[in-house]
């Protein structure tokens, strides 16, 4: 067997950390208990290791975009409940059944469509409470035929809940409050990551994270709640000094003021490393910052190393997590935190890391248990 060829690029998932998220979310969100979002393969960190963490520390709900994502995580956990957020079309009903995945149900059309096709599995139902961008609209929820309907989870999505005090987030929680009451669901659901922190009163059964298990803190009741879980690093490919006048990069975006140390990393916008980061983001090179100069190229980027002339070709450079939080990273970029993270690509040698074995909430720690390191590189 040959081995595949090394990856410049690294990304490291740190389970521990997800572990340790997912039991604050859970905390936060008690007594109402606490599913996944795992959609675009948990925020672009992979599925299979997130998700068995996941399920390890208690999680039952999981919450996909589409089918093909509840069939790949149906592989990885036969019990789960999968949730399928995108419906459920014409034509899709079979493979919803094969894989014992629930659609939400997002129009009165598609609530026919699963009654007609029996109706006595289990499928949940999206309220718009005021996104306007998937679910049943509040004029339509009272000509609803639920006859025979199996309706596990009532859910809304807030919009806003990441600009605290913002009016829309208490607006939607009182209509779902309303339009759901009536409803013969077994749960009702509401809030995403920020919407645990922002309307820790409109919880109702179950809260469904997605981005602050990965380490994303969107609302300022997060910070100091939550692990960074991924980290990204790329190699040095090459060192030198210019003199002062020269240009970095595409467009000779950026000059140097003085003579400059430079070290070109093998990433760039083909990597999830877009434009937004020229001549402003920053890399950490054997513990220090570095500024990006220049335009990021689709497979390049250049970092000013004047601070630190001894990096060498080979070396790694942090591009986040480690030095580097995910919102000051998004910050610099003009993107989000979600953006971020999901652009992370597939050149990345993903590395999972745990050393400590999953702990349900309810058992209690074992203090005697040998600690390992799983590295799993896909
Ligand atoms: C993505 C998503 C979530 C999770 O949102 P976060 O902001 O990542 O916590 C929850 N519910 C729905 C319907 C979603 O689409």
Same mark, same amino acid.
């Given at each position: 067997?040959?081995?595949?060829?090394?990856?410049?690029?690294?990304?490291?998932?740190?389970?521990?950390?997800?572990?340790?998220?997912?039991?604050?979310?859970?905390?936060?969100?008690?007594?109402?208990?606490?599913?996944?979002?795992?959609?675009?393969?948990?925020?672009?960190?992979?599925?299979?290791?997130?998700?068995?963490?996941?399920?390890?520390?208690?999680?039952?709900?999981?919450?996909?975009?589409?089918?093909?994502?509840?069939?790949?995580?149906?592989?990885?956990?036969?019990?789960?409940?999968?949730?399928?957020?995108?419906?459920?079309?014409?034509?899709?009903?079979?493979?919803?059944?094969?894989?014992?995945?629930?659609?939400?149900?997002?129009?009165?059309?598609?609530?026919?469509?699963?009654?007609?096709?029996?109706?006595?599995?289990?499928?949940?139902?999206?309220?718009?409470?005021?996104?306007?961008?998937?679910?049943?609209?509040?004029?339509?929820?009272?000509?609803?035929?639920?006859?025979?309907?199996?309706?596990?989870?009532?859910?809304?999505?807030?919009?806003?809940?990441?600009?605290?005090?913002?009016?829309?987030?208490?607006?939607?929680?009182?209509?779902?409050?309303?339009?759901?009451?009536?409803? %013969? +669901?077994?749960?009702?659901?509401?809030? *995403?990551?920020?919407?645990?922190?922002? =309307? !820790?009163?409109? @919880?109702?059964? #179950? $809260?469904?994270?997605?981005?602050?298990?990965?380490?994303?803190?969107?609302?300022?009741?997060?910070?100091?709640?939550?692990?960074?879980?991924?980290?990204?690093?790329?190699?040095?490919?090459?060192?030198?000094?210019? %003199? +002062?006048?020269?240009?970095?990069?595409? *467009?000779?975006?950026?000059?140097?003021? =003085? !003579?400059?140390? @430079?070290?070109? #990393? $093998?990433?760039?916008?083909?990597?999830?490393?877009?434009?937004?980061?020229?001549?402003?983001?920053?890399?950490?090179?054997?513990?220090?910052?570095?500024?990006?100069?220049?335009?990021?190229?689709?497979?390049?980027?250049? +970092?000013?190393?004047?601070?630190?002339?001894?990096?060498?070709?080979?070396?790694? =450079?942090?591009?986040?997590?480690?030095?580097?939080?995910?919102?000051?990273?998004?910050?610099?970029?003009?993107?989000?935190?979600?953006?971020?993270?999901?652009?992370?690509?597939?050149?990345?040698?993903?590395?999972?890391?745990?050393?400590?074995?999953?702990?349900?909430?309810?058992?209690?720690?074992?203090?005697?248990?040998?600690?390992?390191?799983?590295?799993?590189?896909?």
């Amino acid at each position: 067997m040959t081995m595949p060829p090394a990856s410049r690029l690294r990304l490291s998932v740190d389970l521990d950390a997800l572990g340790s998220n997912y039991r604050a979310l859970a905390r936060l969100a008690g007594p109402a208990a606490c599913a996944a979002a795992v959609k675009a393969e948990c925020y672009g960190l992979g599925l299979e290791q997130p998700a068995r963490r996941l399920w390890a520390e208690g999680c039952r709900d999981f919450f996909v975009a589409t089918l093909p994502e509840a069939a790949q995580l149906r592989a990885l956990l036969p019990e789960a409940r999968i949730h399928v957020l995108n419906g459920v079309l014409e034509g899709e009903v079979a493979a919803f059944r094969a894989l014992s995945a629930q659609p939400v149900l997002n129009t009165p059309e598609q609530v026919a469509l699963w009654r007609q096709a029996g109706g006595e599995r289990p499928a949940d139902l999206m309220l718009d409470t005021g996104m306007n961008r998937l679910g049943v609209r509040p004029e339509e929820v009272a000509g609803l035929d639920l006859s025979g309907l199996n309706l596990d989870i009532a859910l809304s999505h807030f919009a806003c809940a990441d600009e605290p005090g913002h009016p829309l987030t208490r607006r939607q929680a009182d209509r779902f409050a309303a339009l759901s009451a009536g409803l %013969p +669901a077994r749960r009702r659901s509401l809030a *995403n990551s920020a919407g645990i922190v922002e =309307a !820790p009163a409109a @919880l109702f059964d #179950l $809260a469904r994270p997605g981005i602050a298990l990965y380490g994303g803190v969107v609302h300022p009741a997060l910070e100091g709640v939550l692990r960074p879980v991924a980290k990204a690093e790329a190699q040095v490919i090459q060192v030198k000094t210019v %003199p +002062a006048g020269e240009t970095v990069g595409y *467009n000779a975006t950026w000059a140097a003021a =003085a !003579p400059t140390r @430079l070290a070109t #990393l $093998a990433i760039g916008y083909a990597d999830g490393y877009l434009r937004g980061f020229s001549s402003r983001g920053q890399v950490v090179v054997r513990g220090v910052r570095c500024p990006v100069v220049g335009r990021v190229s689709m497979d390049l980027v250049t +970092a000013d190393i004047s601070a630190v002339p001894a990096v060498q070709p080979g070396d790694w =450079a942090t591009l986040l997590g480690d030095g580097i939080p995910l919102a000051e990273a998004a910050l610099w970029s003009g993107l989000s935190q979600y953006e971020l993270l999901t652009l992370l690509g597939h050149r990345y040698e993903r590395h999972y890391c745990a050393e400590r074995p999953a702990v349900r909430e309810t058992e209690a720690p074992h203090p005697e248990a040998p600690e390992h390191e799983a590295r799993v590189t896909l």
